[in-house]
C-alpha cells in the first residue's frame, strides 16, 4: 500500500507527505531525521490514506499541495 497522510506540526501547520511505511515515516519526522518538518516536533498524524498504487497516491498528494486541493485538505481532511 502506498500512503498519503497530514501531520499537524507544533506550530499548528500542517505537513503533506507520501509513504510506503506510514507507521516507519512518522517515527522519523518524531525523530528529527526529515529536514523540513525537523525544527517543527512534536508531529500528529491528523489524515491519512491509503492507495493501491504509487501513481494514484502520488496525484493524490500532489493535489492536496495545490489550490483547491489545498482548500479541500482544509474544509474537509484538517
Not at 31 to 54: C, D, H, I, M, W
Amino acid at each position: 500500500m502506498y500512503y498519503v497522510y497530514i501531520l499537524k506540526l507544533q506550530d499548528n501547520s500542517h505537513y503533506v507527505g507520501f509513504s510506503e511505511n506510514l507507521q516507519q515515516r512518522i517515527s522519523e519526522h518524531n525523530e528529527g531525521s526529515v529536514k523540513t518538518t525537523q525544527n517543527q516536533r512534536p508531529v500528529s498524524l491528523v489524515f491519512y490514506a491509503a492507495f493501491a498504487t504509487k501513481h494514484k497516491a502520488t496525484q493524490f498528494e500532489r493535489y492536496l499541495k495545490e489550490g483547491s486541493g489545498f482548500a479541500f485538505r482544509n474544509k474537509h481532511l484538517i
